[in-house]
């Protein structure tokens, strides 16, 4: 069925009339009220910028980054996490990465990257990867922990007080691996040898850092000034879990680190 819609052209759609109705409105009311009425405006403005800035940037920062030194097990845990499978890894030398969909109701989709464990490759991978990271898996070998801890504190401490690592604050998750091993050290005592090296750190790396005229260049404080570090003094949320890659059953125990990952 044919329908016709009909104009009248000289109809006047002017919004004058009203706009000056909408003056005289306004220009007669209160001042005070006025004053509120920009504020209340201002307020809109600043907060759908606010939002849309940090919403808006968290949204595109969907990478869980797994790093640690060599041989920590990320390759390992990569596959787990991914197939739950058991495969013979080598040392990489590149990034591997893979969708991982999260164990949550909503089956979170996340870029999950296995970043290379050797000194030179990291550097340069971190650089580009870093700012687009939802949370960042540190992986660390429990059972090499004791010989290992000044390396894996060097490591963390660059990561803590990097300035995009801060900025962004994804969540950090320090995996205990290899747990295992009957050597392997336990979360717990992982985290208090950590934060006792890291305050050890913080001092000869600031000590480091001051000039010769005895000035201190910027550089992101890690915790309290005058205190010793602890990881709940960070406004990064920093949790640590056991796990096992490989168990003697060669079955995987990483239980822990889903959930985690699932509350992302
Ligand atoms: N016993 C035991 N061995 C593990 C575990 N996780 C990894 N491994 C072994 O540790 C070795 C190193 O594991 P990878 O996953 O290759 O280590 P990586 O951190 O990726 O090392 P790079 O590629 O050098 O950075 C392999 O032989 C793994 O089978 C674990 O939980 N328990």
């Given at each position: 069925?044919?329908?016709?819609?009909?104009?009248?052209?000289?109809?006047?759609?002017?919004?004058e009339?009203?706009?000056?109705?909408?003056?005289?409105?306004?220009?007669?009311?209160?001042?005070?009220?006025?004053?509120?009425?920009?504020?209340?405006?201002?307020?809109?403005?600043?907060?759908?910028?606010?939002?849309?800035?940090?919403?808006?940037t968290?949204?595109?920062?969907?990478?869980?980054?797994?790093?640690?030194?060599?041989?920590?097990?990320?390759?390992?845990?990569?596959?787990?996490?991914?197939?739950?499978?058991?495969?013979?890894?080598?040392?990489?030398?590149?990034?591997?990465?893979?969708?991982?969909?999260?164990?949550?109701?909503?089956?979170?989709?996340?870029?999950?990257?296995?970043?290379?464990?050797?000194?030179?490759?990291?550097?340069?991978?971190?650089?580009?990867?870093?700012?687009?990271?939802?949370?960042?898996?540190?992986?660390?070998?429990?059972?090499?922990?004791?010989?290992?801890?000044?390396?894996?504190?060097e490591?963390?401490?660059?990561?803590?007080?990097?300035?995009?690592?801060?900025k962004?604050a994804?969540?950090?998750?320090?995996a205990?691996n290899?747990?295992?091993?009957?050597?392997?050290?336990?979360?717990k005592?992982?985290?208090?040898?950590?934060?006792?090296?890291l305050?050890?750190?913080?001092?000869?790396?600031?000590?480091?850092?001051?000039?010769?005229?005895?000035?201190?260049?910027?550089?992101?404080?890690?915790?309290?000034?005058?205190?010793?570090?602890?990881?709940?003094?960070?406004?990064?949320?920093?949790?640590?879990?056991?796990?096992?890659?490989?168990?003697?059953?060669?079955?995987?125990?990483?239980?822990?680190?889903?959930?985690?990952?699932?509350?992302?």
């Amino acid at each position: 069925m044919e329908r016709k819609i009909n104009l009248d052209l000289n109809e006047d759609f002017s919004s004058e009339p009203f706009l000056d109705a909408f003056v005289k409105e306004i220009t007669e009311q209160d001042p005070s009220f006025l004053i509120g009425v920009f504020i209340a405006i201002a307020v809109v403005i600043i907060t759908i910028v606010f939002l849309r800035f940090f919403l808006g940037t968290k949204k595109s920062r969907n990478a869980v980054l797994l790093v640690g030194l060599c041989d920590s097990g990320k390759s390992l845990l990569f596959s787990r996490l991914l197939t739950g499978k058991f495969v013979k890894t080598v040392t990489s030398v590149t990034e591997n990465k893979a969708s991982y969909r999260a164990k949550n109701e909503k089956a979170t989709i996340w870029t999950l990257v296995d970043v290379p464990g050797h000194d030179s490759l990291r550097t340069q991978l971190l650089e580009k990867l870093k700012d687009s990271a939802r949370a960042i898996v540190f992986v660390v070998d429990s059972a090499m922990f004791q010989k290992e801890v000044k390396d894996v504190a060097e490591f963390l401490y660059s990561l803590l007080t990097d300035s995009v690592v801060t900025k962004n604050a994804p969540t950090m998750l320090i995996a205990c691996n290899k747990q295992d091993i009957t050597m392997a050290k336990s979360a717990k005592l992982i985290q208090q040898q950590l934060e006792k090296e890291l305050t050890t750190l913080r001092v000869t790396r600031s000590a480091a850092l001051t000039s010769q005229d005895g000035s201190v260049r910027s550089t992101t404080h890690l915790g309290k000034k005058g205190k010793d570090f602890e990881f709940s003094q960070r406004s990064m949320q920093v949790e640590f879990v056991e796990c096992s890659a490989r168990s003697s059953t060669e079955d995987a125990e990483i239980e822990a680190l889903e959930k985690c990952l699932a509350k992302l």
